[in-house]
């Protein structure tokens, strides 16, 4: 499936001009923040491109997992010279653990869309299988698997999961922080990192609200 058909489909039902999607990266994981993103396309200029290797190019988008780490940044480049608007958001595995995760990530998804919608550049959005409070039902749309179906969803998802994976490999470069590994899981609960955690205890980049760490503190 061409993503880009999903867009100009709505463009041309809705008379929608700017078409934003979000996504977040490291919502599962057990340390360091949860990143949101939100890309918003002009419509009108996608609708005029006819030049075949910038099409090829904007093919190739879809959900960042099935891409290779070197196609994912290629890809982010090409998407910040493509779209209209872009901002990531970041919270903090603090500020994780004292709001939890849900109220987290809706909190970043608003973020997102207010940063867009104040700046003149959201006319609506597609969020993947979450519906954001505090956005009227009329300008939002949540998508199961929109990273999959949506080219602005997918957008989203690649340019959370490279700013993610690449700030986590910064604070795997830290003393405190090498033990961990973090530039191999980013993170997530793979057997290493529990086990990692276990040997070393727990950092102030883990998330203490979250299992099996939450245990370990009793």
Same mark, same amino acid.
Request: one cysteine or more; glycine letters at 6%.
């Given at each position: 499936?061409? /993503?880009?058909?999903?867009? &100009?489909?709505?463009?041309?039902?809705?008379?929608?001009?700017? +078409?934003?999607?979000?996504?977040?990266?490291?919502?599962?994981? &057990?340390?360091?923040?949860?990143? !949101?993103?939100?890309?918003?396309?002009?419509?009108?200029?996608?609708?005029?491109?006819?030049?075949?290797?910038?099409?090829?190019? @904007?093919?190739?988008? $879809?959900?960042?997992?099935? /891409?290779?780490?070197?196609?994912?940044?290629?890809?982010?480049? =090409?998407?910040?010279? /493509?779209?209209?608007?872009?901002?990531?958001?970041?919270?903090?595995?603090?500020?994780?653990?004292?709001? &939890? +995760?849900? $109220?987290?990530?809706?909190?970043?998804?608003?973020?997102? =869309?207010?940063?867009? %919608?104040?700046?003149? =550049?959201?006319?609506?959005?597609? !969020?993947?299988?979450? $519906? @954001?409070?505090?956005?009227?039902?009329?300008?939002?749309?949540?998508?199961?698997?929109?990273?999959? !179906?949506?080219?602005?969803?997918?957008?989203?998802?690649?340019?959370?999961?490279? #700013? %993610?994976?690449? /700030?986590?490999? $910064?604070?795997?470069?830290?003393?405190? #922080?090498?033990?961990?590994? =973090?530039?191999?899981?980013?993170?997530?609960? !793979?057997?290493?990192?529990?086990?990692? @955690?276990?040997?070393?205890?727990?950092?102030?980049?883990? %998330?203490?609200?979250?299992?099996? +760490?939450?245990?370990?503190?009793?």
């Amino acid at each position: 499936m061409n /993503l880009m058909n999903f867009e &100009l489909q709505a463009y041309q039902d809705n008379n929608y001009r700017y +078409i934003g999607g979000i996504d977040e990266v490291g919502r599962g994981c &057990l340390a360091g923040p949860l990143v !949101t993103a939100i890309v918003v396309y002009d419509m009108e200029k996608l609708k005029s491109i006819t030049e075949t290797k910038i099409l090829k190019k @904007i093919n190739q988008i $879809k959900d960042s997992k099935k /891409l290779l780490e070197n196609k994912r940044e290629e890809l982010s480049q =090409f998407i910040n010279e /493509l779209a209209a608007f872009i901002h990531i958001q970041e919270t903090s595995n603090t500020e994780i653990d004292k709001l &939890l +995760i849900s $109220k987290s990530t809706n909190n970043s998804f608003l973020e997102n =869309f207010n940063q867009a %919608r104040n700046q003149g =550049f959201l006319d609506f959005v597609y !969020t993947d299988a979450f $519906k @954001i409070k505090g956005v009227e039902d009329s300008i939002q749309h949540s998508l199961i698997k929109g990273d999959n !179906t949506s080219l602005s969803i997918a957008s989203a998802s690649i340019i959370a999961k490279v #700013y %993610r994976d690449n /700030l986590m490999k $910064k604070l795997a470069e830290v003393e405190e #922080y090498k033990v961990y590994e =973090f530039e191999k899981h980013k993170g997530y609960g !793979t057997a290493a990192h529990l086990d990692a @955690i276990k040997k070393c205890g727990v950092s102030n980049l883990h %998330r203490k609200s979250f299992e099996p +760490i939450k245990s370990m503190l009793k």
